[in-house]
């Protein structure tokens, strides 16, 4: 957890149904599994929108985070990102309280925690000694039961927090689903999921706003783009227009010198 995983780019490449959750910065220094989900779109009356199971196993293509972390690139799926980003974001202040520590005893933080996880056994087992009267190989079977069962507590805490990511995600794809169906109805060109830029989609996401609004700023921008493209090209028309005047006259298009030569031909005339 020595540098921070920065997440570039929401790749939205599904047909008909797509997987989403949210990215931002990633403390990771592993991935831990994690289950993949789909958000398919809502059928319609008549059926129109769906997708064949069959067809969607076969078509469908994970949406991936692009990452950078170590100066390497990877790719996590959007559970692995979302259970990342959330835990880049909840221990971010504590791995800086370890990093101050850190430094105090001229240590990098990994090497500081697993000072800290040797200090910790040892202590235990001296107490372990003293409550076995001095018995080595009780206090030795006493430590190993201890171990066992703060790995029994490390795993129910572990698989309580990724359920709550599975009901984040889950939560996030119906909100999207019901999202979807608003953008299309306002605008009945996005026929499909797949056709919203997942520029969009990520703005959606990680601005937590309606997938129609994050829509309407992406065409607001789109359009600005457009007039000030179409503006440019009037200019450098212009420009060139007079360029051009001034070159059939054999003299640079300066309206000054122009008007000058044109009243010295009138008055020699």
């Known amino acids: 957890m020595e540098e921070n995983v920065a997440i570039e780019s929401v790749e939205v490449t599904t047909p008909d149904a797509v997987t989403d959750t949210a990215g931002s910065t990633v403390d990771a220094e592993t991935t831990g599994e ?32 692009p990452v950078r972390y170590k100066h390497e690139s990877r790719a996590l799926t959007l559970d692995e990102a979302s259970a990342w980003s959330q835990k880049g974001m909840c221990y971010e202040p ?58 029994a507590a ?66 607001r921008a789109e359009n600005k783009k457009i007039s000030a493209a179409a503006q440019s090209a009037a200019t450098a028309a212009t420009a060139s227009t007079g360029s051009q005047a001034g070159a059939e006259d054999g003299h640079p298009a300066d309206a000054t010198e122009t008007a000058f030569l044109r009243g010295l031909s009138a008055a020699m005339h």
Not at 37 to 60: I, K, R
Not at 181 to 202: G, H, N, S
Request: hydrophobic share 35%; glycine share 4%.
């Open 34 to 65: 994690t289950a993949e989900t789909q958000l398919t779109e809502p059928a319609t009356e008549d059926g129109e929108g769906t997708t064949p199971p069959s067809e969607a196993a076969e078509e469908a293509t994970p949406i991936t985070v």
């Open 94 to 151: 504590v791995y800086e309280d370890l990093r101050r520590l850190a430094v105090t005893m001229g240590k990098s933080v990994p090497e500081f925690v697993e000072t800290l996880k040797a200090a910790n056994e040892h202590s235990l087992y001296d107490r372990l000694l003293e409550e076995a009267g001095g018995n080595e190989d009780v206090a030795k079977r006493l430590l190993e039961l201890e171990k066992q069962k703060f790995s």
């Open 154 to 219: 490390y795993d129910a805490s572990r698989n309580a927090d990724l359920d709550a990511e599975k009901s984040e995600t889950t939560a996030l794809q119906e909100r999207l689903a019901a999202d979807f169906e608003e953008l299309r109805a306002e605008y009945p060109e996005v026929t499909e999921f797949k056709k919203i830029p997942q520029a969009v989609v990520k703005l959606a996401i990680d601005k937590k706003i309606p997938l129609m609004d994050a829509y309407a700023r992406h065409l």
